[in-house]
């Protein structure tokens, strides 16, 4: 079974430092992997994702993620972190089922970015 | 322009009633999710129809039932609530069925309060 694991519950990184949220994950064929983000009381938002081709995915806000098949690691990133991208996290790789694909997500990883 | 859409947005109701949460999606696609997400903000996929057929359901009590009167609206009844269906329910959609690597849209979430 394909699987995603976010091995930190929280990130905390100072505005304007460089920030990764990592994931790890577990697949049996092709990895179809994404970010998504949660602001709070808010549905999740669709930040990128990693269908194939270039290991560097640039996505929404200013994230990227960088895909590293040797290590099954799909970690995103931002160069300089704001304030506003204090949010919840969420990786998440795409399965096939009987019948049809569902999206099988991370714990989430809460990110605090400090004034 | 709301692009997935759901109400109530809050929902408050003793043991043992029935509710619904309705869900619409103005963008023209083709599936359509219910997932759960609990205290943790752990997040698990409930339903997943295509053109209103089912075609991913998770083990989930028989209580829950998805309808999905056409492609764009798919609705959660659930019959007799617990405490433990207490919990944010999103719906979200993406474009086609076949499409392994097609990003969700969420809607905002109903948070259901069972007391």
């Known amino acids: 079974a394909q699987s995603v694991a976010q091995p930190e519950d929280q990130v905390n990184v100072a505005e304007g430092n460089p920030l990764t949220v990592k994931c790890t994950y577990s697949?049996?064929?092709?990895?179809?992997l994404f970010w998504y983000v949660q602001y709070p009381n808010r549905g999740l938002q669709f930040l990128l994702k990693y269908i194939t081709g270039d290991n560097l995915v640039k996505g929404s806000y200013g994230f990227e993620a960088e895909f590293n098949k040797s290590q099954t690691s799909f970690h995103l990133k931002k160069p300089s972190a704001l304030v506003s991208d204090s949010a919840l996290y969420f990786c998440?790789?795409?399965?096939?089922?009987?019948?049809?694909?569902?999206?099988?997500f991370g714990a989430g990883t809460r990110l605090f970015v400090k004034a | 322009d709301t692009a997935v859409s759901q109400t109530p947005k809050y929902l408050v109701t003793q043991m043992g009633n029935d509710k619904s949460i309705k869900c619409e999606q103005n963008l023209g696609h083709d599936t359509m999710y219910w997932y759960k997400q609990d205290s943790k903000k752990f997040l698990k996929i409930m339903f997943s129809y295509n053109n209103k057929e089912l075609i991913i359901n998770e083990t989930v009590p028989n209580r829950f039932s998805p309808k999905s009167p056409d492609k764009a609206h798919l609705n959660l009844h659930i019959n007799s609530l617990e405490l433990g269906d207490s919990a944010v329910y999103f719906c979200a959609s993406s474009q086609a069925k076949e499409t392994i690597f097609d990003e969700q849209y969420f809607g905002p979430g109903t948070r259901l309060t069972v007391t």
């Open positions: 697949v049996s064929g092709n990895p179809y």
């Open positions: 998440a790789v795409r399965d096939y089922d009987t019948g049809g694909f569902k999206t099988i």
